[in-house]
């Protein structure tokens, strides 16, 4: 199966190409793509950069120009802190459903819910498969506000009680997904918990803290696909 794994950032990317064999890269659209081999997949791999436009312009540049059977969003997110079994620092999410926390159309609209989508994106994973990963499954509020004060947090949960984590690009993924109809799932290590005091310095350290394992899960997913 042909499968395109999507990250935010250089550092998301270094703790994945190691996992990868037979790396060769082509660019394409301003994007750099890292193709070869994992888990018995063949694997199109890229950093789209932070944030929603440049997560949908990376997302449509893959699915158009290498046309993957799925798309597997990766990297960090923020913990909420929430819900009776939350998302702590080295805990694994995968996402149940992915929503915004920063759209709204207008009246006669659901707040989260772009045009023409549906309210919450759907991450179509079966239950044997899910019931083999070390993860917690949950919601993912996703905006462009990188999430480090109680404010924003408190905004985030009263839209959405249920939220696992926060993100800054899985929902514009989903939505290219669901627009080009690309099965589409969202795994993502906690590094930090926003307005928990230290937030940025817990977000900076997680990098040389986290152990590569962390992104196991990943490998170990695409094995059971």
């Not at 926390?101 to 079966?126: N, S």
Request: negative net charge.
């Amino acid at each position: 199966m042909k499968i395109g794994i999507i990250v935010a950032m250089d550092k998301e990317l270094s703790l994945l190409l190691p996992l990868m064999a037979d790396v060769s890269e082509i660019t394409m659209n301003g994007f750099t793509f890292h193709t070869g081999a994992l888990a018995g997949h063949d694997i199109v791999a890229c950093k789209c950069g932070i944030g929603k436009v440049n997560a949908a312009v990376g997302a449509l540049t893959l699915i158009e120009n290498f046309h993957p059977m799925m798309i597997v969003n990766t990297g960090v997110a923020g913990g909420t802190g929430a819900t009776a079994d939350p998302a702590r620092v080295l805990d694994v999410v995968l996402a149940s459903e992915i929503a915004y926390h920063d759209v709204w159309c207008g009246p006669g609209t659901v707040p989260g819910e772009a045009a023409g989508c549906p309210a919450r994106f759907v991450c179509p994973l079966p239950a044997e498969i899910r019931s083999q990963l070390n993860v917690k499954e949950g919601l993912l509020a996703s905006g462009d506000i990188f999430v480090d004060n109680p404010d924003d947090l408190h905004r985030i949960l009263a839209l959405y009680p249920d939220a696992k984590a926060v993100d800054m690009e899985s929902a514009a993924i989903a939505q290219v997904c669901y627009i080009k109809n690309v099965p589409f799932v969202c795994i993502r290590v906690v590094s930090d918990t926003p307005g928990d005091g230290g937030n940025a310095a817990a977000y900076e350290s997680f990098w040389t803290a986290a152990p590569e394992r962390t992104f196991d899960e990943v490998e170990k997913l695409l094995g059971l696909l």
